[in-house]
């Protein structure tokens, strides 16, 4: 077929092999990838109310975020692939974000809990409307549970208590209404191996997430110190 022409990008009429790559789940060998300095001046606001009842306590939030990036690497050496990092070279560019959020809590701590369920569904719009150099949605949706297992004393003063714990979280980057998506790996899915998807080789650039774990604790100061 034809190739697509600058002008048709940059309307929307058509997208780039990489932008078509990344949205079905393509992502960049680590042998390709560069590093680059990333700063940000970040000012945000945010409100919510939460309804205690018989059930649980139910929780609404919405904020709005506005920052200005700043990327530099060596041009001399590097040429990124993605678009939206060349453009953002040596320049501040602003980034605007209006997200929303809705939950339900039966946890007995909102710290180190030892019972109850937590959910959450929060939408993040950025760009858009917005003037923004970024456009996408992100979706995140989480899940938490608790049991105690075991809560003994024994003898005067020794006491044995451990909590079972269930986490999961999905999470979906899609493209602004009419279609746009304009991101770096910054805001992008990732996984790290440590504090995302533990024990998984480091993975960036992702539109979609799911990530699941089960812990087992057992408190050492039970009000400050868990293993």
Known sequence: GNLATQAEIDNGDAITDYQYAIENGETVDSSYLMEYDSYEIDLG???GYTWNTWLGRS???TGIN???N???YDDE???PYSSDVRENYDQWLPINKLWTSASFDTRDLNYNPSKGVYLNQRF????GFLPSTRDYIRSSTTGDAYFTLVDDTFGESFRVKTVLGF???LSFILPQFGGALAATDADLLYIDGMTVALGWPRVLGGQSRWDSRVNLTMPIFEQFLWF
């Open 45 to 47: 606001a945010s409100t």
């Open 77 to 79: 050496i590097y040429r």
């Open 167 to 169: 986490h999961t979280n």
């Open 70 to 72: 700043y990327i530099w």
């Open 59 to 61: 929780g609404v939030g």
């Open 66 to 68: 506005s920052s200005l």
């Open 124 to 127: 993040t719009f950025t760009g």
